[in-house]
């Protein structure tokens, strides 16, 4: 008896033909490397999920975000501290908390290694907040490998903290990321920044970054090493 192959269908219906068309926010997902398989050797990259939706599904114990001594209004941490329906904080005690704490270091601990990571537990999430440094209105990405040095010793050992997921610090707002030129650094340098940091939980892209149509992406980091081979021969 012979059996003819047929393609798996996504939709139901003809749902299918229906959606086969471009959308204003598209990705092209590329398969990663699939040679070897070892655990904690990966940062992962949910593309087109929404990060504060999964938050409050529970989906992660941690989540790591900036914060500044100033105004987190527009931030990712006074969404969380509004909807978790559980938690006692606030956008304003989460920054009065901020410029109490850097006021406090910049007495005693003036010469200490920063950012500082604040915790503002929410009952249901834990926050780690990377506290941007005193008189500067940008992370650079010094800081960003020191502040995740520090939290990927913070979450060692301590199951009860993962899953853990990150914003990617790229097209924000209230704590921008800068490299050495004052430029927004690529998504690549963010996680490799991470990644040597010894962080390895998962990364959430920018909203902005979903309609990068016209670009493969890969779900996870490191990316194969065929993207480095094509960077050379193409150089």
């Given amino acids: 008896m012979s059996h003819t192959t047929q393609q798996i269908r996504l939709y139901d219906g003809d749902a ?9 926010e598209m990705i092209s997902l590329l398969p990663g490397d699939s040679s070897g398989f070892a655990s904690g050797e990966r940062i992962r ?9 999964d938050m409050l599904d529970g989906r992660y114990r941690a989540v790591v975000c900036g914060v500044n001594d100033e105004d987190n209004s527009h931030g990712i941490v006074a969404q969380l501290v509004h909807l ?11 920054t009065n908390y901020a410029k109490m704490f850097q006021e406090s270091v910049s007495i005693h601990a003036a ?7 604040l915790k503002y537990d929410l009952d249901s999430i834990l926050v780690l907040a990377l506290l941007r440094p005193k008189g ?3 992370f650079t990405l010094e800081d960003l490998g020191r502040g995740f040095s520090t939290v990927a010793k913070m979450l060692k050992g301590r199951s009860d903290r993962l899953p853990v997921a990150s914003v990617s610090f790229l097209g924000a707002r209230s704590n921008r990321l800068v490299d050495r030129d004052g430029q927004e650094p690529s998504f690549e340098t963010v996680l490799r920044t991470m990644y040597q940091a010894g962080y390895r939980g998962d ?3 920018a909203p902005s970054m979903w309609s990068k149509r016209d670009v493969g992406v890969y779900a996870t ?4 090493e065929g993207v480095q081979r094509m960077r050379e021969g193409s150089s």
């Fill in 45 to 53: 990259i949910p593309w087109g999920q929404d990060m504060l939706r």
């Fill in 16 to 24: 299918d033909e229906l959606m086969a068309f471009e959308h204003a």
């Fill in 111 to 117: 010469h200490d290694q920063k950012p500082y990571i």
């Fill in 221 to 224: 980091y490191p990316f194969p």
């Fill in 136 to 138: 500067q209105d940008h």
């Fill in 203 to 205: 990364v959430y892209p």
């Fill in 84 to 94: 978790v329906s559980s938690s006692q904080w606030t956008e304003p005690t989460v």
